[in-house]
């Protein structure tokens, strides 16, 4: 019987440290795999959690772990490139694979066939099982199978075919055309569903859901292109107000507040941080918060956050620069303001946030500068490279002025709010505590993370 390479492109599935719904779907599909069978997980550059987390399930004998560029398309060739089974299965990572239709597909499996699973739709709506049974049937009418419903076709075919068009959008349509020119009575409808996330349908509402798949299929079928199509799907997803990404290192004695220890030691210094993270955090009840970590792992945040449900992503390598314009750029996707804020920045309340949000929303750029001479929060609507140079002296006391100055060398403008402490020597610290930023017992508060 031919094997099978099961190729699943991978894109932030972890985003909260202890949600373990990624690793139990990857676990249950484990148990499915045949000797010569094997998962292939395809990294598309993920910002939480979900590379460390790959790696680990890569120590599974059958199981291989690669990081590739962002794109469905892209992530699903570079799968089927490593990949050594007579049959390639592409499976969305929101999408599950039940014994029941493994084994259908075992029943049917052909190494020069092509096809796809009936699909359900979990979700909310009393509309999904109406959506799933339109797209079940049209696909057995057209032979036009879609990512959800868990493509699978012959390796040689595939190949034969070029592979997954590199396209943005409808990759999982052309495919299908592709093999339906080579191969139409290869094509194979595998009656046991496969259970697919509804979450887009929740979010956005199953009818605008179904009118908006449909206007994008008569599109791309009329001869626009996929390129076209992903901006205006870009451009019609519901986005967030704003979001605040909180840049934070894992609090480790040594390695946090170091300009502190002759004050209070390193292992204080590393409780000191703890504080400062979490009180920053429980600040910011009831806004939606991203938290941007060096250091520490996914078990580690876990227990440090304690149950709060907020989103984690890895700080890529580089300046603060490159680290702060990656955060802009990935919530800029889903939210109409970011702002980048430092878990130091003690007198930052709830007050100020909203004071920043409305700047920067009427006039694109907002900052709320330090007395040290850097900046304690900035909330843009839009990237704006010059703030993010390396030009800039990072971590010294020019990085505000150098970051006027790029603007005005640009002929841009921003609106530079009050300037507020941040902590980062020992007089900083005594300053806080005598304001009462910081409270005199602050060393019992947070001071736990069991």
Known sequence: ??????????????????????LSRIQALLQ???????????????????????????????????????????????????????VLLFLHADTVLTKTAWQALLFKLDASAWGRFNVCIDGKSA????????????????????GDQALFVGRKLFDQVGGFPKQPLMEDVELCKRLKRVAPQKFVAVAS??????????????????????????????????DTLARLYADTRQKLPVTVAVFAKYPQAGRV????????????????ARYLLLSTLDKLQGVNVALWTD????????????????????????????????????????????????????????????????????????????????????????????????????????????????????GLRAVWLSSQLDIDEPADLGRAIESGCVPVDWPVRYSSID
């Not at 291989?64 to 089927?80: E, S, T, V």
């Not at 569903?193 to 079928?221: E, K, Q």
Request: net charge neutral.
């Open 1 to 22: 019987m031919p094997s099978i390479s099961i190729v699943m492109p991978v894109y932030n599935e972890v985003p909260v440290p202890g949600d373990d719904s990624f």
């Open 32 to 86: 499915l795999l045949r000797q010569g069978d094997e998962l292939l997980l395809v990294d598309g550059g993920s910002t939480d959690q979900s590379w460390p987390v790959l790696q680990t399930l890569a120590e599974h004998p059958q199981v291989l772990a690669i990081q590739g560029n962002k794109g469905r398309a892209q992530q699903m060739n570079a799968g089927a490139e490593k990949a050594r089974g007579d």
């Open 127 to 146: 509309w999904l099982p109406v959506v799933a049974w339109f797209m079940n049937h049209r696909s057995r009418l057209t032979k036009i199978g879609t």
């Open 193 to 226: 569903p496969v259970f697919t996330s509804g979450r887009r349908w929740d979010v956005n509402g199953a009818w605008a859901t179904i009118v908006l798949m449909w206007r994008f299929r008569f599109l791309y079928w009329r001869g626009v292109s996929a």
């Open 257 to 272: 507040k170091t300009r502190l220890i002759p004050m209070l030691g390193a292992e204080q210094c590393a409780m000191f």
């Open 295 to 410: 250091g520490g792992t996914p078990e580690e945040w876990a227990t440090l956050l304690k149950g709060r449900a907020i989103q984690c992503y890895v700080q890529p390598e580089g300046h603060l620069g490159v680290r702060m314009r990656a955060a802009v750029e990935t919530h800029l996707n889903g939210s109409e303001l970011v702002v980048l804020l430092g878990p130091d920045a003690v007198e930052f309340t709830a007050s100020h946030l909203r004071e920043l949000i409305d700047t920067a929303r009427q006039q694109g750029l907002a900052f709320v500068p330090a007395h040290d001479g850097g900046y304690v929060a900035l909330a843009c609507n839009r990237v704006v490279p010059e703030i993010f140079s390396e030009l800039i002296e990072w971590g010294t006391a020019r990085v505000a002025e150098q970051t006027r100055a790029a603007l005005r060398s640009k």
